[in-house]
């Protein structure tokens, strides 16, 4: 799995962050994780507590928010959430959709420190 | 947590404390927790490279797969004997991942055109940055088609650009009928997914219409080709369609430069 390397790469941008503002302890960490970017929430957690111990993140919240998939049908001209996690149905007219608007995020959105 | 009064208040970043809140020996007092707005993608600095790549290929007209399946799914057979089609009509280089040993690197070797092994040790995919080095190891001056075969893994390639024109995902027979399913991420991101070992197919009783429909169902935008590099079924369909994209490659570069 990916989520450690990840994780790293994560806290390489956000101590880079804080410390770029002065700051030296990292209190929380907000990241967006697309439910089609094959990152798994818990094994992040995980990496999570093992990459930041004994860092300036060690004891931080992690705060993982889920991007819905979100899908476009060239057919209709509209943008809908599939109801199948997999398979990409446009609900109006059932064309099948390979235009993946968002879901495939993996991102570090903000930071608390002091 | 507060570093002053080891309060919990976790919702503000300003936050100001009285004593009748707190213990009585702490003054009222600021936190000073701020927050910073970062906003940037993880494998940001992957992409950047990976597209730096696109350009440092499509300058030297150089043509590239990215093969992506699980382990034991026959990429090193089906890239030999892709090779062996193909390497009278262009001239193709490889750059190949493993764990450890080298003993996919020595069979594409013996095609007889020039392999780079990437050892990756611990790390389950190969990243742009890798390509990059491990390209400046070949005579690109006579590669049309580059081939990089990744790491056996479906799940952690799928979100590392490499830089590619074309991303393979190859399953065999052997791994079921549901196994687009279970790796939709990797699917997805796929411009032609390959069906391997197509020769076995009665043997292990693969039912080839559920493959392909959930192979369709969930890569819609991906071109099948069923094969069994093994046996050649399949392979000059499968070898004409790349030497086409190599073709095409090659053309639209030779426009640029006009």
């Known amino acids: 799995m990916h989520e450690v390397s990840l994780m790293e790469q994560t806290l390489e941008i956000a101590i880079a962050q804080t410390q770029a503002q002065n700051s030296t302890q990292i209190h929380r960490l907000k990241m967006r994780i697309g439910e089609l970017s094959g990152v798994v929430p818990e094994a992040l957690n995980f990496a999570f507590d093992v990459v930041t111990r004994g860092t300036i993140a060690e004891g931080a919240t992690l705060q993982i928010e889920t991007v819905p998939t979100i899908c476009y049908c060239s057919q209709c001209d509209r943008e809908f959430h599939p109801v199948d996690a997999y398979i990409y149905e446009c609900p109006d007219c059932g064309n099948l959709s390979f235009q993946i608007r968002s879901g495939r995020e993996i991102e570090l959105t903000s930071l608390e420190v002091s | ?258």
């Not at chain 2, 100001?16 to 707190?22: A, I, S």
């Not at chain 2, 392999?115 to 049309?144: S, W």
């Open chain 2, 1 to 258: 947590m507060c570093g002053t009064c080891g309060c919990h208040d976790e919702h503000s970043t300003v936050h100001l404390h009285t004593p009748d809140r707190e213990i009585a020996a702490i003054e009222p007092h600021t936190h000073p927790h701020r927050s910073i707005q970062v906003e940037q993608s993880i494998l940001a600095k992957n992409d950047k490279i990976a597209h730096q790549n696109q350009h440092y290929f499509a300058d030297r007209h150089i043509y590239v797969l990215n093969v992506v399946s699980s382990p034991g799914s026959g990429k090193t057979t089906l890239m030999t004997k892709t090779i062996d089609r193909l390497k009278d009509r262009v001239r193709v280089g490889v750059i190949v991942g493993d764990l450890a040993t080298d003993n996919d690197a020595q069979r594409l070797r013996s095609t007889g055109v020039p392999v780079v092994q990437i050892t990756t040790g611990t790390l389950c995919h190969l990243e742009a940055q890798m390509i990059r080095q491990a390209a400046e190891q070949l005579p690109l001056d006579n590669i049309d088609l580059l081939i990089i075969e990744n790491v056996g893994n479906l799940v952690c390639p799928a979100a590392y650009d490499l830089g590619e024109n074309l991303r393979i995902v190859l399953l065999s027979v052997t791994e079921g009928e549901d196994k687009p399913l279970k790796y939709p991420t990797m699917f997805k991101s796929a411009d032609i997914a390959i069906v391997n070992k197509m020769d076995l197919a009665a043997a292990v009783e693969f039912d080839r219409p559920t493959a392909l429909q959930n192979l369709h169902k969930l890569a819609p935008q991906a071109e099948i080709f069923e094969v069994s590099a093994k046996t050649g079924l399949g392979m000059e369909e499968w070898c004409d369609r790349l030497l086409q994209s190599c073709r095409s490659m090659a053309n639209l570069s030779e426009e640029c430069n006009r």
